[in-house]
Every structure is written in structure tokens, then in C-alpha cells.
């Protein structure tokens, strides 16, 4: 019986985790999520202009068309180059988490979840 916890598998289910926060990002709704979040963790309402709307936006259309390339194309240097970036990403939502976005706190916790499919990357290059 093969094993499910393959490299592919795992950079797809990656994947649809990515392009599910992604629609979340582009939805109405995002900015009313992030308000409700940053509330939790500091007692204080934060509003989203306009201007923040649209850079959430555009950031859940490059995490959703990521998304959708890594389901077609399922290939080993997708999860290296993968975890390239949330490296980078968790450093500076690590930054903005201490600078006062505290409820990044969250955010911080799915792209860590990411950093896995590493383990799987070096599993199969051996």
C-alpha cells in the first residue's frame, strides 16, 4: 500500500491550505476578519482602508495563482522555493508581530505549518 504522505500530496494539501487563506484574503469579508483579530488581541478596533482592501486583495491573487500552479505541477523544487519564501515571509511577519501586529501571531502560525513539506523535500531527495 503506498504511503499518502508523499512530497506531491503534501505540496498539494500546502497548496489548497494557501488558496483557501488566499479567497479569504479576497473576499469582503478580509477586512472585517483582520479587524475582529487585531480587536482580540489588543481590545482596540483597527479599520482597513480602501488602500490596505486592495494590497490584501492582490497578495490572495498571488497566493491563490501559487496555489493553483503547485496543484498541476507538483515537482520537488516547488516545496524548496515554497519554503524559501515563507522563511521570509515568517521573518517579517515576526517583525510586524513585535511592532505592534500582534494578531499576526495567527498568520505566523499557518506559514510555519508550511515550512514542513522541507522535512518531506529532503525525505525524497535522499
Same mark, same amino acid.
Given at each position: #500500500?503506498?504511503?499518502?504522505?508523499?512530497?506531491?500530496?503534501?505540496?498539494?494539501? %500546502? $497548496?489548497? =491550505?494557501?488558496?483557501?487563506?488566499?479567497?479569504?484574503?479576497?473576499?469582503? @469579508?478580509?477586512?472585517?476578519?483582520?479587524?475582529? #483579530?487585531?480587536?482580540?488581541?489588543?481590545?482596540?478596533? *483597527?479599520?482597513?482602508? +480602501?488602500? *490596505?482592501?486592495?494590497? #490584501? $486583495?492582490?497578495?490572495?491573487?498571488?497566493?491563490? @495563482?501559487?496555489?493553483?500552479?503547485?496543484?498541476?505541477?507538483?515537482?520537488?523544487?516547488? $516545496?524548496?522555493?515554497?519554503?524559501? $519564501?515563507?522563511?521570509?515571509?515568517?521573518?517579517? =511577519?515576526?517583525?510586524?508581530? %513585535? *511592532?505592534?501586529?500582534?494578531? =499576526?501571531?495567527?498568520?505566523?502560525?499557518? +506559514?510555519?505549518?508550511?515550512?514542513?513539506?522541507?522535512? %518531506?523535500?529532503?525525505? +525524497?531527495?535522499?
Amino acid at each position: #500500500m503506498k504511503s499518502l504522505l508523499t512530497l506531491n500530496n503534501i505540496i498539494k494539501l %500546502f $497548496a489548497y =491550505m494557501d488558496i483557501f487563506l488566499g479567497i479569504i484574503l479576497i473576499s469582503p @469579508l478580509s477586512g472585517n476578519i483582520v479587524k475582529f #483579530m487585531h480587536s482580540v488581541f489588543t481590545q482596540q478596533e *483597527h479599520l482597513i482602508d +480602501e488602500y *490596505h482592501m486592495f494590497l #490584501m $486583495a492582490l497578495l490572495g491573487i498571488t497566493i491563490i @495563482l501559487w496555489g493553483v500552479i503547485r496543484i498541476n505541477h507538483t515537482e520537488q523544487w516547488q $516545496a524548496k522555493y515554497d519554503c524559501i $519564501a515563507r522563511c521570509f515571509v515568517l521573518i517579517l =511577519m515576526g517583525y510586524y508581530c %513585535f *511592532h505592534g501586529l500582534s494578531f =499576526m501571531f495567527f498568520f505566523l502560525a499557518t +506559514e510555519s505549518l508550511g515550512l514542513l513539506q522541507l522535512l %518531506f523535500y529532503f525525505k +525524497e531527495a535522499k
